[in-house]
């Protein structure tokens, strides 16, 4: 008998085997969301690199994240094509106020349109820069929506349920909105090198996310930090 073609086969059954259990075991949704990439490629990819080495002060060879909060932002844009066609250059364009402390574009994992219509622009483990002194571990969900457009009933659901499959595949401990990201500075999660370096935020607003969190209280999330 041939012990080493039989220990052979056999390892390559449970190498099979254990593959087909971890994709059957992955959660997957149980609602619609439709890959609408944006670019990436090697200059976002060095872009992201270098933002994480020069603010974040990480040293990594390539630009992911471990997610451990999620950041829900809206985005000052009332069409989602425009907000598309803004997140997809790898570069900045005509952002002065964040071209100085990095020409990486600004985008996010997740886009969700009025209608609650979901969007994945970035894999989940994708750096994104779209917060702060918390990139490094933060998945971003961008709303289409302002202050004069006020998110609707329909992004409050597609926000629960983007967090609520996120949180089955990550250890997240923390959903904010962007105009709470201050609230992090005197933590230990906080690490942004420039003291400097911040930006006032609105976005998305204390209703809504009072709104949101009722709606997630079941996941007995960590509380917002206060400064």
């Known amino acids: 008998m041939n012990f080493n073609g039989l220990f052979q086969r056999i390892s390559q059954t449970g190498l099979i085997l254990f593959l087909f259990f971890q994709i059957a075991c992955s959660p997957k949704p149980t609602f619609r969301i439709i890959d609408k990439p944006i670019t990436w490629n090697s200059e976002r990819e060095a ?64 886009l969700i349109d009025r209608d609650g219509t979901i969007f994945r622009l970035l894999p989940d483990t994708t ?3 779209h917060v702060i002194g918390l990139n490094y571990m933060a998945i971003g969900i961008e709303n289409v929506g302002s202050d004069q457009d006020p998110l609707t009933k329909a992004q ?23 105009h709470e990201y201050q609230n992090f500075q005197t933590t230990p999660l906080w690490k942004e ?24 209280s079941d996941l007995n999330l960590k509380p917002l930090p206060k400064l």
Do not use: C
């Open 47 to 110: 872009l992201s690199i270098q933002y994480l080495k020069d603010r974040h002060g990480l040293e990594q060879a390539t630009a992911k994240i471990t997610p451990k909060m999620v950041v829900v932002h809206w985005t000052a844009i009332d069409n989602i094509e425009v907000t598309y066609d803004v997140f997809n250059p790898p570069t900045l364009g005509g952002r002065e106020d964040l071209q100085g402390a990095s020409n990486l574009n600004v985008s996010s994992q997740f």
């Open 127 to 129: 750096f994104a820069r």
């Open 156 to 178: 409050l659901k597609a926000n629960e349920q983007v967090i609520r499959y996120l949180r089955k595949k990550y250890l997240i401990d923390y959903v904010i909105g962007h």
């Open 193 to 216: 090198l420039d003291p400097d370096y911040r930006t006032a935020k609105t976005d998305p607003g204390d209703k809504f996310m009072e709104k949101l969190r009722k709606n997630l």
